[in-house]
């Protein structure tokens, strides 16, 4: 049986669907962080079959964790202090997403003007739509 050690202070996000870790690691930027991190990829889950698990020491300040509601709303994000679980948060998908995906209209002035950031806004929160703030381009998952 595979150990990981817990954490004394930090976040574990759980629940998240197998051979997605990676994806979030790139999203939320940990490989700029200067903590510990643990990625366990297709652990056993009874409820899930498999899952992945992200265990991340220290601080949240650093985290945009809008992000996770947007790559996957099932994610359960765990906040550990002095060994505890003191909150467990629910996501849900963000209202709007800066510089996460990038709008593939060729016509818009982020396009031209390279240094825009690439906004987008939650228009169909049933089917998960975001549209650019600029030229209003769908963009779906």
Same mark, same amino acid.
């Given at each position: ?10 976040i ?9 870790s ?5 999203? +939320?930027? *940990? ?9 366990? %990829? /297709?652990? &056993? ?9 992200i ?29 505890q ?5 629910? +996501?849900? *998908? ?7 995906i990038?709008? %593939? /209209?060729? &016509? ?22 975001y ?11």
């Amino acid at each position: 049986m595979l150990n990981i050690s817990g954490l004394r202070e930090g976040i574990v996000l759980d629940h998240i669907q197998a051979g997605k870790s990676m994806d979030i690691y790139h999203y +939320l930027g *940990l490989k700029n962080l200067e903590c510990q991190i643990a990625i366990i %990829k /297709n652990a &056993r889950s009874s409820k899930m079959g498999r899952k992945d698990i992200i265990k991340i020491e220290g601080s949240l300040e650093a985290l945009d964790l809008d992000i996770l509601g947007y790559v996957d709303h099932n994610i359960t994000v765990n906040i550990i202090r002095d060994n505890q679980i003191v909150e467990k948060r629910s +996501l849900k *998908l963000p209202k709007t997403l800066t510089n996460v995906i990038h709008c %593939k /209209n060729p &016509r818009c002035i982020t396009s031209i003007e390279q240094e825009l950031p690439h906004i987008f806004y939650l228009a169909d929160p049933e089917r998960e739509v975001y549209r650019c703030k600029y030229c209003d381009e769908k963009y779906g998952k």
